[in-house]
């Protein structure tokens, strides 16, 4: 298990740290330790939310001891051994990178001196580890971005981006799940639903699953709309 | 029958006491901002705390009712009538087949809740019937209240008319008439990153609640916060009540609605027996933070948590008046 410390968080939770640089490694370590602490008996546990580097975990407030708690925790997180990826999936998700729904891959091109067809080859190219669910509910927080196709966010935030939009923020990639406004340049849409709120795991995609994204026709992404 | 929303006011939700096990997932509690005033009003009609009440936002609604029914109403003060006769909040109201009834003006607070004797016809959305209204789901279609609304609710007639004890009133609203609202906090895991100057302004200034603020996050207008030296954050899981203090230096609380995650240092934490006071808080507000112990602030909770608890399912019959 890496090097990890545990911290009062408020008086209803507490939140596990880890030193390392953000990793796939780390991220599995992480996920096991939420396994672990999820199947185990600490009174009045409610949820752990996993992110990059750290692992909250929230417990009903008039259950709480953090004292308790930090050494039950330390104990049960000595031997974590990193998550298996059999459970992992690869998902392919449709994009249409048409003008009409891509009102910021020009932009993303001219940046990086590269033609949009090579942004779109770029982007479609590569593996996009999940490694946090997070921001907006069924956002992921996606790894993998290749450098040819960073882009700073914009200095105008727009007010509203349409549920399924693509984009770059930085070095990232990623896909509006709901309307939401949001700084990121829009280099395409997905016409599939991030959020499924029927299903009892409501987001399309877990930590450590991959993604990767196919170019579609406007006509193509239509047809989902029927 | 129906409950039939004349005019929807300026933001009326479905909330109860939100949905727990989803943060992984993005997805936040939701639930009533001021869960204190939501189950006081529950209990005005006899109901279990968790049941679906409507989230009164600083204008109110204007109701009708196609059947006799309860209903109870606590939170922010509102002038009330019942077909333009003056009603009380926070006492059991017996509505009569066809009757209106009408939020005035708001006299203290933010936010009042209304419960009503009998089942709202609503699906649970995650084990919960409060709204996201950012993502669309839950409550009454997924969204605010609007003008013609039809609410179906099966019912009844709750036999007590209750009175809300004053020492629960007392507890909850002492603070909320000078429209100042003092909130009890602890360090957040980045308040020794504050500057020594920040870290005194932040626990003894006032601040101004933005008129940018909803419920996700009541924003605050001072920018009056800065760091000891630049810090590089990575998102980290933030829970309702969390201050993060973004580069502009005006301090966000996190609310019910708010993100799971945030990249901002996070200053203080905003401790659980104050979190519904922060539902009482409007545009122009002031607010200010007093720090204490993660144990004093538990201790206060538990507290808070019997004495309303004893009070509201005891000896339930010494607050009941005679019926009318």
Same mark, same amino acid.
């Given at each position: 298990?890496?090097?990890?410390?545990?911290?009062?968080?408020?008086?209803?939770?507490?939140?596990?740290?880890?030193?390392?640089?953000?990793?796939?490694?780390?991220?599995?370590?992480?996920?096991?330790?939420?396994?672990?602490?999820?199947?185990?008996?600490?009174?009045?546990?409610?949820?752990?939310?996993?992110?990059?580097?750290?692992?909250?975990?929230?417990?009903?407030?008039?259950?709480?001891?953090?004292?308790?708690?930090?050494?039950?925790?330390?104990?049960?997180?000595?031997?974590?051994?990193?998550?298996?990826?059999?459970?992992?999936?690869?998902?392919?998700?449709?994009?249409?990178?048409?003008?009409?729904?891509?009102?910021?891959?020009?932009?993303?091109?001219?940046?990086?001196?590269?033609?949009?067809?090579?942004?779109?080859?770029?982007?479609?190219?590569?593996?996009?580890?999940?490694?946090?669910?997070?921001?907006?509910?069924?956002?992921?927080?996606?790894?993998?971005?290749?450098?040819?196709?960073?882009?700073?966010?914009?200095?105008?935030?727009?007010?509203?981006?349409?549920?399924?939009?693509?984009?770059?923020?930085?070095?990232?990639?990623?896909?509006?799940?709901?309307?939401?406004?949001?700084?990121?340049?829009?280099?395409?849409?997905?016409?599939?639903?991030?959020?499924?709120?029927?299903?009892?795991?409501?987001?399309?995609?877990?930590?450590?699953?991959?993604?990767?994204?196919?170019?579609?026709?406007?006509?193509?992404?239509?047809?989902?709309?029927? | 029958?129906?409950?039939?929303?004349?005019?929807?006011?300026?933001?009326?939700?479905?909330?109860?006491?939100?949905?727990?096990?989803?943060?992984?997932?993005?997805?936040?509690?939701? @639930?009533?901002? +001021?869960?204190?005033?939501?189950?006081?009003?529950?209990?005005?009609?006899?109901?279990?705390?968790?049941?679906?009440?409507?989230?009164?936002?600083?204008?109110?609604?204007?109701?009708?009712?196609?059947?006799?029914?309860?209903?109870?109403?606590? @939170?922010?003060?509102?002038?009330?009538?019942?077909?333009?006769?003056?009603?009380?909040?926070?006492?059991?109201?017996?509505?009569?087949?066809?009757?209106?009834?009408?939020?005035?003006?708001?006299?203290?607070?933010?936010?009042?809740?209304?419960?009503?004797?009998?089942?709202?016809?609503?699906?649970?959305?995650?084990?919960?019937?409060?709204?996201?209204?950012?993502?669309?789901?839950?409550?009454?279609?997924?969204?605010?209240?609007?003008?013609?609304?039809?609410?179906?609710?099966?019912?009844?007639?709750?036999?007590?008319?209750?009175?809300?004890?004053?020492?629960?009133?007392? #507890?909850?609203?002492?603070?909320?008439?000078?429209?100042?609202?003092?909130?009890?906090?602890?360090?957040?895991?980045?308040?020794?990153?504050?500057?020594?100057?920040?870290?005194?302004?932040?626990?003894?200034?006032?601040?101004?609640?933005?008129?940018?603020?909803?419920?996700?996050?009541?924003?605050?207008?001072?920018?009056?916060? +800065?760091?000891? +030296?630049?810090?590089?954050?990575?998102?980290?899981?933030?829970?309702? @009540?969390?201050?993060?203090?973004? #580069?502009?230096?005006?301090?966000?609380?996190?609310?019910?609605?708010?993100?799971?995650? @945030?990249?901002?240092?996070?200053?203080?934490?905003?401790?659980?027996?104050?979190?519904?006071?922060?539902?009482?808080?409007?545009?122009?507000?002031?607010?200010?933070?007093? #720090?204490?112990?993660?144990?004093?602030?538990?201790?206060?909770?538990?507290?808070?948590?019997?004495?309303?608890?004893?009070?509201?399912?005891?000896?339930?019959?010494?607050?009941?008046?005679?019926?009318?």
């Amino acid at each position: 298990m890496p090097n990890f410390s545990i911290h009062t968080n408020s008086d209803n939770s507490v939140i596990v740290e880890f030193s390392d640089d953000i990793s796939i490694e780390l991220t599995r370590y992480i996920l096991s330790a939420k396994d672990i602490i999820e199947q185990s008996d600490i009174s009045g546990f409610i949820e752990a939310v996993p992110a990059y580097n750290s692992l909250l975990v929230i417990i009903e407030p008039s259950h709480f001891s953090a004292d308790r708690v930090i050494k039950k925790l330390e104990s049960l997180l000595r031997d974590v051994e990193p998550l298996s990826l059999t459970n992992s999936q690869k998902h392919i998700i449709p994009v249409c990178y048409h003008t009409s729904l891509a009102p910021d891959l020009e932009q993303v091109a001219k940046h990086n001196g590269l033609t949009v067809e090579k942004v779109i080859e770029v982007h479609t190219g590569g593996e996009y580890p999940v490694y946090m669910l997070g921001f907006l509910p069924g956002f992921l927080y996606l790894g993998g971005l290749d450098k040819k196709i960073h882009c700073p966010r914009r200095d105008d935030p727009r007010s509203r981006i349409e549920a399924g939009s693509v984009g770059i923020g930085g070095d990232q990639t990623g896909i509006y799940p709901i309307n939401s406004p949001g700084g990121w340049h829009i280099i395409g849409k997905t016409p599939i639903a991030l959020l499924d709120i029927s299903k009892s795991v409501p987001a399309i995609a877990k930590p450590l699953d991959t993604i990767q994204f196919k170019a579609i026709s406007l006509e193509e992404f239509k047809q989902y709309e029927h | 029958m129906n409950i039939r929303i004349l005019k929807a006011g300026l933001q009326t939700t479905i909330q109860d006491l939100g949905r727990q096990k989803y943060r992984e997932f993005g997805i936040s509690a939701s @639930g009533a901002l +001021d869960q204190y005033s939501h189950q006081i009003a529950n209990w005005l009609v006899g109901n279990d705390n968790n049941k679906p009440t409507l989230e009164v936002t600083h204008i109110g609604p204007t109701l009708q009712f196609e059947q006799d029914v309860s209903i109870g109403i606590a @939170g922010a003060e509102f002038e009330l009538f019942v077909n333009d006769r003056q009603v009380s909040m926070n006492t059991t109201l017996h509505m009569q087949q066809g009757d209106v009834l009408k939020f005035g003006k708001l006299k203290s607070g933010a936010r009042a809740y209304v419960a009503f004797s009998g089942e709202l016809k609503l699906p649970l959305t995650m084990n919960s019937a409060s709204t996201n209204i950012l993502a669309n789901f839950g409550g009454f279609k997924g969204r605010a209240l609007n003008d013609g609304d039809l609410i179906n609710l099966n019912a009844t007639v709750f036999k007590e008319t209750r009175v809300t004890p004053n020492e629960l009133l007392k #507890e909850h609203h002492h603070n909320l008439q000078q429209n100042h609202i003092i909130v009890r906090v602890t360090q957040g895991r980045e308040f020794e990153q504050l500057s020594q100057a920040s870290r005194k302004s932040f626990l003894e200034e006032n601040f101004t609640v933005s008129s940018d603020s909803n419920r996700m996050a009541l924003k605050l207008e001072e920018q009056s916060l +800065d760091l000891k +030296d630049e810090l590089s954050m990575t998102t980290t899981p933030i829970i309702p @009540g969390t201050i993060q203090l973004p #580069e502009n230096g005006s301090p966000i609380i996190t609310l019910a609605d708010g993100q799971t995650t @945030g990249g901002y240092p996070r200053i203080a934490q905003v401790i659980s027996a104050d979190l519904s006071l922060l539902g009482q808080l409007k545009p122009k507000f002031l607010v200010s933070f007093y #720090e204490v112990s993660i144990g004093h602030a538990i201790k206060v909770l538990k507290e808070k948590e019997k004495y309303l608890n004893t009070i509201l399912h005891s000896e339930v019959k010494s607050y009941t008046a005679t019926q009318t």
